[in-house]
């Protein structure tokens, strides 16, 4: 699912990690309708659920926090236990005002929820691109990517560069593998490039998506 609206053109397809439900402190306003939903989702009665999950603020019904702020509905894989029924705040992340109100604001979220896939401005693509190259190849071996099976976790700017043909890598030490990581982000930083973390097979499915929606290639060459 993507948006016209947003400082950025993303992509966002929910992975179900929880990310979203574990940062900070706040509220999340649900209605009546919403607890008997959740309620009946957990086999619990509506006065039970109340109770035990959702607390008064301001004369409005919020879910509880855990002590560290991580949502009460969260099981211990960090995956939410009525997500089907989960209220109108939690469905329609990420296309909240706040978060679609700057690319800034976009960017930082994308840097805890993997499932928003932005892409960088055209302007900037090839230059950070050719940049990424340039410190991979210094800090790292190329290697054939990993297979559907895999569970390393990449980089986007290390996807956009196996999508742009530059291969993929693998630093030669755990060193090594710090020092690159650094370097990648310290270039997105730089640049403005987007910057997100996920397991290869996934990340390198939804940011081929993103930038086909957007009828976009990444590119390691500078266009005259």
Not at 15 to 24: E, S, W
Not at 104 to 131: F, K
């Amino acid at each position: 699912m993507s948006t016209a609206n947003a400082p950025l053109p993303f992509r966002f397809d929910c992975h179900q990690c929880g990310h979203c439900c574990r940062i900070g402190h706040g509220q999340v306003w649900i209605t009546e309708a919403d607890a008997a939903a959740m309620a009946q989702a957990l086999e619990m009665e509506l006065e039970a659920f109340v109770q035990s999950h959702v607390r008064a603020v301001d004369g409005q019904w919020s879910l509880r926090e855990q002590p560290d702020g991580s949502c009460v509905l969260l099981d211990g894989n960090q995956r939410c236990r009525t997500y089907e029924q989960r209220p109108e705040q939690c469905s329609s992340f990420p296309f909240w005002p706040s978060v679609l109100s700057s690319a800034s604001a976009l960017i930082s979220t994308a840097a805890y929820c993997p499932g928003i896939q932005t892409l960088p401005d055209p302007s900037i693509t090839p230059e950070a691109l050719l940049r990424a190259q340039q410190r991979l190849q210094s800090k790292a071996s190329a290697v054939e990517a990993p297979n559907s099976a895999s569970t390393r976790w990449a980089s986007a700017i290390e996807i956009d560069l196996f999508l742009a043909g530059g291969g993929a890598f693998r630093a030669s030490s755990e060193e090594a593998t710090l020092e690159l990581e650094q370097s990648l982000l310290s270039l997105c930083e730089e640049t403005g490039y987007p910057w997100s973390r996920a397991p290869w097979p996934r990340l390198l499915r939804d940011r081929r998506r993103a930038w086909q929606e957007h009828d976009r290639q990444p590119t390691l060459c500078i266009e005259s």
